[in-house]
Protein backbone atom coordinates (compact mmCIF):
# COMPACT_ATOMS: atom_id res chain seq x y z
CA UNK A 1 0.00 0.00 0.00
CA UNK A 2 1.50 3.38 -1.59
CA UNK A 3 -1.21 5.34 -0.13
CA UNK A 4 -1.55 8.85 1.72
CA UNK A 5 -5.38 9.06 2.04
CA UNK A 6 -6.80 12.67 3.25
CA UNK A 7 -10.07 13.38 4.54
CA UNK A 8 -12.18 15.24 3.85
CA UNK A 9 -11.77 16.18 0.23
CA UNK A 10 -13.60 19.85 0.90
CA UNK A 11 -14.09 21.48 3.79
CA UNK A 12 -15.88 25.29 4.25
CA UNK A 13 -15.56 26.42 7.86
CA UNK A 14 -16.71 30.12 9.06
CA UNK A 15 -13.83 31.93 10.88
CA UNK A 16 -15.03 30.58 13.94
CA UNK A 17 -15.37 27.39 13.31
CA UNK A 18 -12.84 24.53 14.93
CA UNK A 19 -12.27 21.80 12.41
CA UNK A 20 -9.87 19.13 11.59
CA UNK A 21 -8.26 17.52 8.78
CA UNK A 22 -7.28 13.85 8.63
CA UNK A 23 -4.06 12.22 7.30
CA UNK A 24 -3.00 8.03 7.05
CA UNK A 25 -0.70 6.35 5.79
CA UNK A 26 0.43 2.14 6.29
CA UNK A 27 3.61 2.51 4.83
CA UNK A 28 5.27 2.54 7.99
CA UNK A 29 7.03 5.46 7.26
CA UNK A 30 8.14 7.38 10.24
CA UNK A 31 7.79 10.93 8.82
CA UNK A 32 5.16 12.80 7.90
CA UNK A 33 4.32 16.41 6.79
CA UNK A 34 1.83 19.29 5.99
CA UNK A 35 1.89 21.88 3.28
CA UNK A 36 -0.02 24.35 2.37
CA UNK A 37 -0.44 24.93 -1.93
CA UNK A 38 -1.98 28.10 -2.94
CA UNK A 39 -3.61 27.95 -6.66
CA UNK A 40 -0.41 28.21 -8.80
CA UNK A 41 1.99 28.43 -6.40
CA UNK A 42 4.21 25.27 -5.05
CA UNK A 43 3.71 23.39 -1.81
CA UNK A 44 5.11 25.54 1.46
CA UNK A 45 6.16 23.20 4.22
CA UNK A 46 3.96 23.62 7.56
CA UNK A 47 4.87 21.24 9.98
CA UNK A 48 6.88 18.12 9.93
CA UNK A 49 6.89 15.15 12.40
CA UNK A 50 9.21 12.49 12.86
CA UNK A 51 8.89 9.58 15.45
CA UNK A 52 5.45 11.36 16.32
CA UNK A 53 7.39 14.10 17.38
CA UNK A 54 7.35 18.00 15.82
CA UNK A 55 10.57 18.27 14.50
CA UNK A 56 9.93 21.39 12.11
CA UNK A 57 7.27 24.42 12.49
CA UNK A 58 7.91 26.84 10.07
CA UNK A 59 6.51 30.05 11.80
CA UNK A 60 2.85 28.63 10.96
CA UNK A 61 0.12 30.70 13.11
CA UNK A 62 -1.08 28.98 16.31
CA UNK A 63 -4.51 28.69 14.30
CA UNK A 64 -2.88 25.71 13.06
CA UNK A 65 -2.43 23.05 15.43
CA UNK A 66 -0.95 19.48 14.47
CA UNK A 67 -0.82 16.24 16.10
CA UNK A 68 0.35 12.69 15.68
CA UNK A 69 -1.13 10.64 17.47
CA UNK A 70 0.55 7.53 16.33
CA UNK A 71 3.27 6.43 13.70
CA UNK A 72 -0.02 5.98 10.91
CA UNK A 73 -2.18 9.49 11.41
CA UNK A 74 -1.33 12.75 11.40
CA UNK A 75 -3.76 15.88 12.03
CA UNK A 76 -4.08 19.52 11.77
CA UNK A 77 -6.64 20.96 14.03
CA UNK A 78 -8.40 24.35 12.67
CA UNK A 79 -9.64 27.46 15.12
CA UNK A 80 -10.42 30.64 13.92
CA UNK A 81 -8.69 30.62 10.60
CA UNK A 82 -8.84 33.93 7.92
CA UNK A 83 -9.98 33.57 4.43
CA UNK A 84 -6.45 34.00 3.30
CA UNK A 85 -5.73 30.84 4.57
CA UNK A 86 -7.95 29.22 1.92
CA UNK A 87 -6.14 26.76 0.12
CA UNK A 88 -4.89 22.93 -0.50
CA UNK A 89 -3.65 21.42 2.22
CA UNK A 90 -1.35 18.54 1.70
CA UNK A 91 -0.21 15.57 3.69
CA UNK A 92 2.97 13.39 3.07
CA UNK A 93 4.88 10.80 4.28
CA UNK A 94 8.35 9.43 4.23
CA UNK A 95 10.98 6.89 5.39
CA UNK A 96 12.31 8.84 8.07
CA UNK A 97 16.53 9.47 8.16
CA UNK A 98 19.55 11.49 7.72
CA UNK A 99 18.65 11.48 4.10
CA UNK A 100 15.80 13.07 2.32
CA UNK A 101 13.76 10.60 1.05
CA UNK A 102 10.53 10.36 -1.36
CA UNK A 103 7.62 11.46 0.07
CA UNK A 104 4.62 10.11 -1.09
CA UNK A 105 1.70 12.24 -1.13
CA UNK A 106 -1.89 12.40 -0.71
CA UNK A 107 -4.40 13.82 -2.75
CA UNK A 108 -5.14 16.87 -0.09
CA UNK A 109 -8.01 18.89 1.50
CA UNK A 110 -9.66 21.66 -0.38
CA UNK A 111 -9.95 24.23 2.67
CA UNK A 112 -12.31 27.51 1.83
CA UNK A 113 -12.89 30.02 5.04
CA UNK A 114 -15.75 32.40 4.75
CA UNK B 1 18.55 31.19 2.02
CA UNK B 2 18.09 28.10 -0.04
CA UNK B 3 15.78 28.87 -3.20
CA UNK B 4 14.67 26.74 -6.19
CA UNK B 5 14.08 28.45 -9.66
CA UNK B 6 12.36 26.94 -12.29
CA UNK B 7 12.69 29.77 -15.48
CA UNK B 8 9.86 28.66 -17.55
CA UNK B 9 6.64 29.28 -16.01
CA UNK B 10 4.41 28.09 -18.59
CA UNK B 11 5.56 25.85 -21.72
CA UNK B 12 3.70 24.65 -24.79
CA UNK B 13 4.63 21.92 -26.98
CA UNK B 14 2.88 19.89 -29.60
CA UNK B 15 3.07 16.11 -29.48
CA UNK B 16 6.16 14.60 -30.54
CA UNK B 17 8.55 17.34 -29.18
CA UNK B 18 11.05 17.44 -27.40
CA UNK B 19 10.93 18.73 -23.63
CA UNK B 20 13.40 20.51 -21.05
CA UNK B 21 12.33 22.03 -17.92
CA UNK B 22 15.35 24.26 -15.93
CA UNK B 23 15.62 24.20 -12.17
CA UNK B 24 18.51 25.69 -10.16
CA UNK B 25 19.27 25.62 -7.11
CA UNK B 26 21.30 27.66 -4.43
CA UNK B 27 22.82 25.50 -1.71
CA UNK B 28 26.18 24.42 -1.25
CA UNK B 29 26.13 20.92 0.62
CA UNK B 30 24.73 17.74 -0.66
CA UNK B 31 21.41 17.91 -2.10
CA UNK B 32 18.72 15.13 -3.01
CA UNK B 33 16.84 16.58 -5.65
CA UNK B 34 13.42 15.38 -6.98
CA UNK B 35 11.04 15.87 -10.15
CA UNK B 36 7.26 15.67 -8.72
CA UNK B 37 4.43 15.88 -11.40
CA UNK B 38 1.00 16.97 -10.66
CA UNK B 39 -1.96 16.26 -13.10
CA UNK B 40 -5.32 18.01 -13.61
CA UNK B 41 -7.20 17.33 -10.54
CA UNK B 42 -4.25 14.41 -9.55
CA UNK B 43 -1.99 14.79 -6.28
CA UNK B 44 1.68 15.14 -6.48
CA UNK B 45 3.64 12.25 -8.09
CA UNK B 46 7.20 11.24 -8.39
CA UNK B 47 8.58 11.42 -11.27
CA UNK B 48 12.08 10.60 -10.92
CA UNK B 49 15.00 11.43 -7.95
CA UNK B 50 18.36 11.69 -7.53
CA UNK B 51 20.33 10.88 -4.24
CA UNK B 52 24.23 9.87 -5.54
CA UNK B 53 25.80 8.01 -8.32
CA UNK B 54 25.34 8.70 -12.31
CA UNK B 55 23.89 12.17 -12.91
CA UNK B 56 21.80 10.90 -15.23
CA UNK B 57 18.66 9.23 -13.70
CA UNK B 58 15.82 7.66 -15.49
CA UNK B 59 12.49 7.90 -14.38
CA UNK B 60 8.71 7.06 -15.26
CA UNK B 61 7.18 7.72 -18.19
CA UNK B 62 10.35 8.40 -20.39
CA UNK B 63 11.28 11.45 -18.65
CA UNK B 64 15.02 11.65 -17.24
CA UNK B 65 17.11 14.52 -15.54
CA UNK B 66 20.65 15.34 -15.17
CA UNK B 67 22.65 16.99 -12.14
CA UNK B 68 24.98 19.01 -12.90
CA UNK B 69 26.64 19.69 -9.67
CA UNK B 70 28.85 22.94 -11.14
CA UNK B 71 25.82 24.38 -12.27
CA UNK B 72 23.67 23.60 -9.46
CA UNK B 73 21.27 22.33 -11.80
CA UNK B 74 18.81 19.65 -12.35
CA UNK B 75 16.74 19.67 -15.33
CA UNK B 76 14.56 17.40 -16.72
CA UNK B 77 13.69 15.77 -20.11
CA UNK B 78 11.58 13.94 -22.18
CA UNK B 79 12.34 13.53 -25.93
CA UNK B 80 8.74 13.00 -27.14
CA UNK B 81 6.03 14.82 -25.28
CA UNK B 82 2.59 13.63 -25.02
CA UNK B 83 -0.99 15.26 -24.92
CA UNK B 84 -1.04 13.14 -21.46
CA UNK B 85 2.28 14.96 -20.20
CA UNK B 86 0.22 18.16 -19.65
CA UNK B 87 0.10 18.38 -16.33
CA UNK B 88 2.71 21.07 -13.72
CA UNK B 89 5.98 19.86 -12.91
CA UNK B 90 7.84 20.98 -9.68
CA UNK B 91 11.30 20.39 -8.88
CA UNK B 92 12.40 19.85 -5.44
CA UNK B 93 15.58 19.77 -3.40
CA UNK B 94 16.22 18.80 -0.05
CA UNK B 95 19.59 19.03 1.65
CA UNK B 96 20.88 16.00 2.52
CA UNK B 97 20.52 14.89 6.81
CA UNK B 98 17.05 17.49 6.57
CA UNK B 99 13.45 16.76 6.22
CA UNK B 100 13.11 20.12 4.64
CA UNK B 101 11.81 19.75 0.60
CA UNK B 102 12.18 22.92 -1.04
CA UNK B 103 9.94 23.28 -3.74
CA UNK B 104 10.48 25.41 -7.06
CA UNK B 105 7.56 27.52 -8.59
CA UNK B 106 6.56 25.06 -10.80
CA UNK B 107 6.23 24.80 -14.50
CA UNK B 108 2.65 24.42 -16.45
CA UNK B 109 2.99 22.42 -19.32
CA UNK B 110 0.41 21.93 -22.25
CA UNK B 111 0.80 19.33 -25.13
CA UNK B 112 -1.36 20.35 -27.91
CA UNK B 113 -2.65 17.43 -29.56
Known amino acids: DTEVTQTPKHLVMGMTNKKSLKCEQH?????MYWYKQKAKKPPELMFV???????INESVPSRFSPECPNSSLLNLHLHALQPEDSALYLC?????????????FGPGTRLTVL | AQSVSQHNHHVILSEAASLELGCNYS??????LFWYVQYPGQHLQLLLK??????LVKGIKGFEAEFIKSKFSFNLRKPSVQWSDTAEYFC???????????FGTGTRLKVLA
Open chain 1, 92 to 104: ASSQPSGLAGEQF
Open chain 1, 27 to 31: MGHRA
Open chain 1, 49 to 55: YSYEKLS
Open chain 2, 27 to 32: YGGTVN
Open chain 2, 50 to 55: YFSGDP
Open chain 2, 92 to 102: AVAPSGTYKYI
